[in-house]
């Protein structure tokens, strides 16, 4: 698909030693929509005799009922156990016998699904993806809720209870949002919640959420799309239409002060996050915290890998990220202490590189070294086209979120455009002492270690 | 064809009730599928440079980006008895400075081109691998080749990593997968034992560690007659071949002795390895003995075999463990193959009051699979295998992975070709007997990392053997004192 990274020619942007400065990021598509409300995007790609089939619900965790926390993600679990036409088990075999594979996976603000196969298959992914789109209901039952039920609480246990700093998230979260926010509980849910859902509640939600007026299909790779067009047809056209889903909606997030939390976990060395609540994604200040995020933690030049792990030794990894997501988001610095040192010195020398940023912009070539970074990312997303993060999964990600599957050239915009005054500026708005969570986690017994004592 | 109707049947569409203007979907049953894709790979060129160091290239040309791997035999099979982790470290410590830049001004560099150079240890091979957009394929090599050939070892960097590593070895004690899994290798092999050894390095050896024992090991070992360049990616012989003979054409050295594995005694009576790990919401399990070096006639079937028995989602393991008995999030098992014998696993996490249950139904499934398979699941099986193998082509990094055992194993051009044929020529027959000869449900060592106040007991009333209760600290020794830096 050489084709779809197209020169700009006389583009006046060939002042900095830019990753391929003067290509735009292309993935060209056909689109359309099933009377049913279906929407469907086709991508070419023939580098490989291989299909992907995706799809994504327009509904996550933040959808769920108090007291049904972890619900969404239990569904997904539903969704590959069978439904009219496919039997318990059959939808893995069948897959499995055609040289597939497929995954699924849940967040606050979405559900995705995919399917890799050979080019032959595609007849058996749509049959599947059509068949639990529309006729799940028909075959679940009260005994497979609970056989799911099982997996995901082993699930809970695996990433989280078992996993030294795993309940870090879940801290987090009810933190930074207040009870009333769809973000303030984890997707995965909590032990009590997963155990009381209902056989009732799989089918409301099945009703409520996953019609194809819901959903976005996206298949990318080895096809004509005139004739998947058709195929498309055949096997999602009796797919009822479910009702309108409102807007995904919220009450305004908002930290009034300065929370500090401590947990004692079986870990050996203490952990500090600090976060903050930060724009909604693709939102303005979104990629600037990216920025943000590279200049202070990715690769061993950047600011707080330098002096922590680096200069001073103190601690043994750092890292930030925003967590980009619909309603709002939050940015995050994570850092382990090394043995001899505390949370509280972490901590300094954080605020100490975060006032330097506030005060003084970046250097250029620190911002330009992580755009350059962020447009290779692109380049690599081009490479696969299912999966997680493959094009199929983000042609479905930009039509979700802007209503255009090919966002990927406004995207990268949006990084090219950041320079070093954006970064002052994002971390003096976004990042502020008065209205974080600071989170320590130490060695059970250890709470010397912490940075501040909790705040009730 | 009804395709050929679309702009008609478009119309229709549009213009009436949906459903009853389409003929609806045969849903009994799931659809026919035409024949497989041929797998249709750009040929391999094998080229040399001046040296007479190997060049494997292919090209491909979807994405402008090219992957170089230039993969070393120096693996941590030659760390000698007291100086676990060298090999390891040696890699480690490549990009921590090199040519004329220092740790950081190299990573900044390299950062800064968009690209992504590793460096990283196997059992018996090191690696560089540079992954770049075309535009800045120049400069990367010219930082790859100085990473690679000309590493500075300087002794502040090293006692940096020193640190890292020893800090390392502290925060394992709360990992029960790495517990389980130091245990697991040691237990088959023995602690001299190359693969019973840790590569990482034990806290004395990394202590003891010095940067000529570093330049030594890189001496004698990066040389061109132990290397390969794999080169994947949007450039072609001509492009590209005078750009690799600038930067290693000037690289000389002997091949070293080759690296040899021991011989070792397979797994004798089954016994049980329970490590107490207090509070823990889940056992970590592993089941397993020695397994078959790669190059065994039997590959094939032993693919097959362990992808009915734990090498895929619907394999009787997952599907008993996760899927029936909902003890697990995921049970697999696998044969890691290499030049000698690794390892066959079978392994899972499990909720801790079903502990024994587990072990009961591993025991089980260990035991269905030396019994004939059905042809259901030998289709399933073998199709899994087969058909999903051009999919590992897709990337620049996967083709290269790809043509790595293509050299490492000296396997003949058309491997590649022949690999479906191959695994679709599998019988019945076959898996039965690869299983019946590689799996022995009696002579296999079990691990089990959990809290031992509440598996123990229900675990000795299955009587699977002896059990051998431990301490995290017998297997990992004692958490290390971090009183040392620098």
Known sequence: MKQLIRMLLGAAMATTPLVAQDVEFSVPYVSFVLPNGLNVILHEDHATP????????????????????????????????????????AFDEWLEAAGGNNNGSTNSDRTN???????????????????????????????????????VKNERRQSYENR????????????????????????????????????????????????????????????????????????????????????LDGPAAYLAGERRVVLEDRVQLPRLYMCWLSPAVLNPGDAEL??????????????????????????????????????????????????????????????????????????????QRAVNQYESGFLDNLERIGGFGGKADELNRYYTLTGNPDYFNEDLSRYRAVGPDDIGSVVRRVMNNNSRVVLSIVPEGRTDLVAGAPTS | MRDKNLPLLLAVTLLASPVHAQQLPDRDHPPELGAPPALDLPPIHRLSLSNGLRVVLVEKHDVPLVQVNLVVGAGSVTDP???????????????????????????????FLGASIRTGTGLHNSMVSLHVPL??????????????????????????????????????????????????????????????????????????????????????????????????????????????????????????????????????????????????????????????PRLTDDYYPLLVMNTIL?????????????????????????????????????????????????????????????????????????????????????????????????ILYDLPDDYFNQYVQRVLAVTREDVQRVAREYIDPERVAIIVVGDRSQVEEKIRALNLGPIEVMSIEQVLGPVPEMAMRN
């Open chain 2, 135 to 292: 535009s800045k394929l120049d400069r990367a090599l010219e930082l790859m080749s100085d990473i690679a050939l000309r590493p500075t070892f300087s002794p502040a960097e090293l006692d940096r990593q020193r640190l890292d590593r020893i800090t390392t070895l502290v925060q394992w004690h709360d990992e029960a997968r790495i517990i389980a899994g130091q245990l697991f290798n040691r237990t088959l092999y023995g602690r001299l034992h190359p693969y019973g050894m840790p590569e990482f390095g034990t806290e004395d050896d990394l202590r003891s560690m010095a940067s000529n024992d570093l330049r030594r090991f890189h001496e004698s070992r990066y040389v061109p007659a132990n290397s390969f360049l794999i080169v994947v990616g949007d450039v072609t012989s001509e492009s590209v071949m005078p750009k690799l003979e600038a930067v290693f054409g000037w690289w000389t050295g002997g091949a070293p002795d080759r690296a040899e594995v021991p011989e070792v005694a397979q797994v004798g009576e089954r016994r049980v390895y329970l490590v107490d790990k207090p509070g823990a919401a889940q056992s970590e399990i592993r089941i397993g003995r020695i397994g078959v």
């Open chain 2, 81 to 111: 008895a007291n100086g676990a982790g060298l090999a390891s470290m040696t890699a480690e410590m490549l990009d921590e400075g090199a040519g004329d830049l220092g740790a950081l001004d190299l990573s900044d560099e390299i950062d």
């Open chain 1, 290 to 367: 990216d920025i943000v995020a590279s200049v202070l933690t990715s690769g061993k030049s950047s600011r707080l890998y330098r002096r922590l792990v680096y200069e001073m030794q103190i601690a043994q990894d750092v890292s930030a990220f925003q967590a980009s997501r619909r309603l709002d988001s939050f940015f995050c610095i994570i850092a382990t202490a090394r043995s001899g040192h505390t949370l509280a010195e972490l901590e300094a020398v954080i605020d100490e590189e975060l006032d330097q940023l506030r005060s003084e912009p970046p250097s250029e070539r620190e911002v």
């Open chain 1, 50 to 89: 291989t299909v992907s089939v995706n799809v994504w619900y327009n509904v996550g965790s933040a959808r769920e009922e108090p007291g049904r926390t972890g619900f969404a993600h239990l569904f997904e679990h539903i969704m590959f156990e069978g439904s009219a036409h496919v039997p318990e088990g």
């Open chain 1, 164 to 247: 030294p700093y795993g309940m870090a998230f879940i801290e987090l979260y009810r933190n930074l949002f207040a009870p009333d926010h769809p973000y303030s509980w984890p997707t995965i849910g909590s032990m009590e919640d997963l155990s009381a859902a209902s056989y009732e509640d799989v089918t409301n939600f099945f009703r409520s959420y996953y019609g194809p007026n819901n959903a976005s299909l996206a298949i990318a790779g080895d096809i004509d799309p005139v004739e998947v067009r058709a195929r498309v047809e055949h096997w999602f056209s009796d797919v009822e239409t479910g009702p309108g889903v409102p807007p």
């Open chain 1, 113 to 151: 699904y995919w399917i890799n196969i050979p080019n032959n298959a595609l007849d058996l992914a749509l049959f599947l993806e059509s068949d639990r789109m529309g006729y799940l209901l028909d075959v679940v039952t009260p005994g497979s809720v609970d056989g799911q039920r099982d997996v």
């Open chain 2, 310 to 406: 734990g090498g895929s989602f619907a394999s009787r393991l997952n599907m008993n463990l996760r899927e029936d008995k909902g003890y697990s999030y995921g049970a697999r098992s696998s044969f890691s193959f290499r030049p000698a014998a690794g390892p066959f696993v079978a392994r899972a996490a499990v909720q801790t009051d079903v502990t024994d249950s587990a072990l009961v139904e591993f025991m089980n499934e260990l035991r269905r699979i030396l019994e004939p398979v059905s042809d259901d699941e030998l289709t399933r099986a073998k199709n899994f295998v087969a058909l999903r193998f051009p999919g590992r082509f897709q990337t620049v990094s996967g083709v290269a992975n790809q043509l790595s055992e293509l």
